[in-house]
């Protein structure tokens, strides 16, 4: 089993759609929860990080559930600036690993006009 | 941009060669993590340094080893190259070992 599992799409969804992105990882001990983005063959950026109480960033909203150990993204009001790769990933919990990041193995989005 | 710089952009190797890659870190960053990504997958751990020290490796064989030098750049050499080894290698800087890390632009390695 994967540490982090992601659907891989590619998700196509029309502009102004809203579109949820779902994640599960396996090591219970994992501290911390990312969603990144990457865009076509550039290097990963830090979309936001994700707590259990939720939180929010304009339109985008993440959410982590410890207890299934599942992690989530939903954007609304797609853009066509939205189309990237957004990539699951978790910190720690691992020996040996450091600080690690664990990353799955990315959801790909298109926002078609 | 993060202010970490990767080079070289992009390099073609053949099979059983070695390769150096490198990263300087951001002003001000002690630590230097080290990821393999194959196309269509997602970034992979190689290790991590952390004062000149490792600090945690991931699932790679001992071809893969690394430098940290006192102003924090690293290297990441590659021995005995093997065409799967084709990927794109980034670097990532952060303050310390918990904190936020900041992806350099890559190195694109082609094994033939």
């Known amino acids: 089993r994967k540490e982090v599992e992601q659907d891989p799409g590619p998700f196509n969804v029309p502009e102004g759609a809203t579109v949820a992105f779902n994640c599960t990882y396996s090591n219970s001990a994992s501290q911390s929860f990312f969603w990144y983005r990457q865009d076509c063959r550039k290097e990963p950026k830090l979309l936001m990080s994700?707590?259990?109480s939720g939180n929010e960033d304009g339109r985008f909203t993440a959410q982590l559930n410890r207890a299934s150990q599942y992690i989530s993204l939903l954007i609304r009001d797609s853009k066509l600036s939205d189309s990237a790769t957004y990539l699951c990933?978790?910190?720690?919990?691992?020996?040996?690993?450091?600080?690690?990041?664990?990353f799955g193995t990315g959801t790909q989005l298109k926002v078609e006009l | 941009e993060t202010g970490v710089t990767q080079s070289p952009t992009h390099l073609i190797k053949t099979r059983g060669q070695q390769v150096t890659l490198r990263c300087s870190s951001q002003?001000?960053?002690?630590?230097v993590s080290w990821y393999q990504q194959a196309l269509g997958q997602g970034p992979q751990f190689i290790f991590q340094y952390y004062r000149e020290e490792e600090n945690g490796r991931g699932n790679f064989p001992p071809r893969f080893s690394g430098l940290q030098f006192p102003n924090y750049s690293s290297e990441l050499n590659v021995n005995a190259l093997e065409l799967d080894d084709s990927a794109l290698y980034l670097c990532?800087?952060?303050?310390?070992?918990?904190?936020?890390?900041?992806f350099g632009p890559g190195t694109r390695l082609t094994v033939l």
């Open positions: 990933v978790v910190r720690g919990g691992f020996t040996g690993g450091g600080n690690k990041l664990t």
């Open positions: 002003s001000g960053h002690n630590t």
């Open positions: 994700v707590y259990s």
């Open positions: 990532a800087s952060s303050l310390s070992t918990a904190n936020e890390q900041f």
